[in-house]
């Protein structure tokens, strides 16, 4: 069946990188994804990848997918007070399919 | 653009009525929207997959009487929670997909939520 984890707590100081990681179980997957919560609102898309890809980057984040181990990870470099949230990464099967989300990372950021 | 919204962003109403929130596409047009639950400190729940022009799919354990959905245009989808009781409070998501044009990136777009405290 589909079951993803995360580790469930992070606290990084103000300019440090942050390194959030997520196992999933179902090699099925054909797109991983992240998202970003704010404390009572919705889910923020930060960035995905498709699962033929080993890493994506854009500005502050860097995606690692070790399809092998079945591993996902979302680096912030210069993590920043405003990143302080929680993190969700999902999974999905493709178009047509729902997403699977794990448990979440709360990151907390001390300056 | 893909910006969801949802409405109310808050709602109190008392033990045994009905509350209906909305969730709108603003910029895009979405034949299937989701609605999720949130507990405290927990991750989404997937409750159904709304379809438009047709009936919701909802996911085992998840009462189709209680939490009633309808779908009727590409941009609005409305969860009435139906004689709500305490246990009913929580958080309620939706999200959107982008179908036209279809990507297989299979991206949902979230609303901000809704706070459903039930008296």
């Known amino acids: 069946g589909e079951d993803v984890e995360q580790s469930l707590f992070l606290s990084v100081r103000e300019g440090d990188s942050s390194v959030i990681n997520c196992t999933y179980t179902?090699?099925?997957?054909?797109?991983l994804y992240w998202y970003k919560q704010e404390p009572g609102a919705g889910l923020q898309l930060l960035t995905y990848?498709?699962?033929?890809?080993d890493m994506k980057q854009d500005q502050r984040l860097t995606v690692l997918l070790n399809k092998k181990d079945k591993h996902l990870s979302l680096r912030i470099a210069d993590t920043q007070t405003g990143d302080s949230a929680i993190y969700f990464c999902?999974?999905?099967?493709?178009?047509?399919?729902?997403?699977?989300f794990g448990a979440g990372t709360i990151l907390r950021v001390k300056s | 653009g893909a910006v969801v919204s949802q409405h109310p962003s808050w709602v109190i109403c008392k033990s045994g009525t009905s509350v209906k929130i909305e969730c709108r596409s603003l910029?895009?047009?979405?034949?299937?929207m989701f609605w999720y639950r949130q507990f405290p400190k927990q991750s989404l729940m997937l409750m159904a997959t709304?379809?438009?022009?047709?009936?919701?799919?909802?996911e085992q354990g998840v009462e189709k009487d209680k939490f009633l959905i309808n779908h009727a245009s590409l941009t609005l989808s409305t969860l009435t929670v139906t004689s709500a009781h305490p246990e009913d409070s929580s958080f309620y998501i939706c999200?959107?997909?982008?179908?036209?044009?279809?990507?297989?990136?299979?991206?949902?777009?979230f609303g901000a939520g809704t706070r459903l405290s039930v008296l």
């Open positions: 999902a999974e999905s099967m493709g178009y047509g399919n729902k997403l699977v």
């Open positions: 709304s379809n438009e022009g047709s009936k919701a799919t909802y």
């Open positions: 910029d895009f047009q979405a034949t299937t």
């Open positions: 990848i498709f699962s033929n890809m």
């Open positions: 179902d090699s099925s997957s054909t797109y």
């Open positions: 999200s959107a997909r982008n179908q036209i044009p279809a990507r297989v990136e299979n991206i949902q777009y």
